[in-house]
């Protein structure tokens, strides 16, 4: 096995069992915890702001959490060099695993991917969680310029409070840190390619959806506008939308009613 990175240390997996397996010709970390119904979350464009998204799902569900290839604990993977990669990847890891059919939340960009993976393999998704999902271009609602962003003001982009994120940013320069958020953002350019966050190709892929779909999004979101919660709605047959007051980018980690909604959703 190759050295895989250290990740992040601020990220406490304790109270996890992590395993490696080879999937794609690369070694890829999951994490695991509780007992029951399988839930399998894919994180979005970085693995460093704690877990606190998995509030009360292991006291009912067994919880997955795979590191996408290229970051956190798992290798970069040059086979892996699109969504649609990354998608037929984690059938291959379900297989693995073992999981036929699994209840699938998805963030940001991982909610691209959980999206993606139920318009594909409907059969192998019983209910489907987007929070803030990637990937559906929306005209009157288009992406801001993130290229103007200084790096340090980046995080106040992800959550209206930012307390939720300070106990996971270093206190001053921390070169670890910045090796990893320069790794991960390089697989995220990968996986996106030529598209970008969008994908033109979304609403047709939506509308193949089966699975009941609840959609989160947070009304302070700055990195994709909350606008863009009615389409996907509209794209998904039946789909349900939360929208959270006060509430950024990453609503499973800023907001307790956010993780309420999805454990009531999933039960």
Known sequence: MSMLPSGDRRVDF?????????????VIAVHSAGEGTPVVYLHGGGTWHGLGFTSGLTDRFKVYLPHHPGFGLSEDNSKIASIADCVEHYERLFDTLDLQRVHLVG??????????FAARYPNRVSKLVLAAPAGLTVAEHPLP???TVEPQDFPSYLVNDMQVLLPFLPAGPDEEFMSM???EGG????????TGLDNPGMPAMLQRISAPTLILWGRSDRILPVGQAEHWKNNIAGAE???LENIGHLP??????ARQAVLDFLD
């Open 14 to 26: 304790s109270d996890w069992h992590r395993q490696y397996y080879q999937i794609d010709g690369a």
């Open 107 to 116: 963030s940001s960009l991982g909610g691209r991917i959980a999206a993606e």
């Open 145 to 147: 310029d993130l290229s």
């Open 181 to 183: 958020r320069v790794r």
């Open 187 to 194: 697989a995220v350019m990968r996986l996106l390619g030529q």
């Open 241 to 243: 939308v939360k929208v």
């Open 252 to 257: 499973l980690d800023e907001s307790a009613e």
